[in-house]
């Protein structure tokens, strides 16, 4: 098991992504309601997927053979390749498992919870904030981390509580992504 709660492992610039997004409409937030509708402490998220499958997330990451890539992946491929490039030089050879943006409402909260996969052991999850304010606050175990635009961090939540906290007058975005070894 890693000791650590965050480790930051790059920035990139993301302000062409910020502009994106900007443009996204509520249908666009609308359209994927997974994670809010199967977790109660994702209420107050909204998920646009980039390269995401349902099925993959009861699969171990082993069995997996394919990520689908969704309708915006291409609006932020350039960025997904970026970030791709870093885990390789990071990591090692692997690719992205899954890549979603994640939008929490102004003065909300996710509420403090585990996450049940086994498959956060096998993989890197990765947060890079994109829209944010020093007033959301993500905390792991008993760390608090507010993270800057562009920033990427490797979060080790497996099997450790965490929350956020945005107490800001803006819907926070971040890019989450899992990065996985080849074997």
């Given at each position: 098991m890693t000791d650590f709660n965050f480790k930051k492992i790059s920035t990139i610039n993301v302000n062409a992504c910020v502009d994106i997004i900007k443009s996204f409409t509520e249908e666009d937030w609308n359209r994927f309601t997974y994670r809010q509708n199967t977790w109660e402490v994702h209420q107050h998220t909204k998920t646009i997927p980039l390269l995401f499958d349902i099925d993959n997330m009861t699969k171990k990451i082993e069995d997996i053979k394919s990520v689908t890539a969704r309708l915006h992946y291409p609006k932020f491929k350039s960025l997904l390749e970026a970030v791709s490039d870093i885990c390789k030089d990071v990591y090692g050879d692997g690719y992205l498992l899954r890549a979603i943006l994640t939008s929490?409402?102004?003065?909300?909260?996710?509420?403090?919870?585990?996450?049940?996969?086994?498959?956060?052991?096998?993989?890197?999850?990765?947060?890079?904030?994109?829209?944010?304010?020093?007033?959301?606050?993500?905390?792991?175990?008993?760390?608090?981390?507010?993270?800057?635009?562009?920033?990427?961090?490797?979060?080790?939540?497996?099997?450790?509580?965490?929350?956020?906290?945005n107490k800001s007058n803006i819907d926070r975005v971040h890019l989450i992504t899992d990065w996985v070894l080849y074997d």
């Open positions: 929490l409402k102004s003065k909300h909260s996710i509420a403090k919870h585990k996450d049940e996969s086994d498959n956060l052991e096998k993989c890197k999850r990765l947060h890079m904030a994109i829209l944010t304010d020093p007033e959301c606050i993500f905390i792991v175990g008993d760390e608090e981390k507010y993270m800057r635009p562009g920033e990427m961090w490797e979060i080790n939540n497996a099997g450790k509580e965490h929350s956020v906290h």
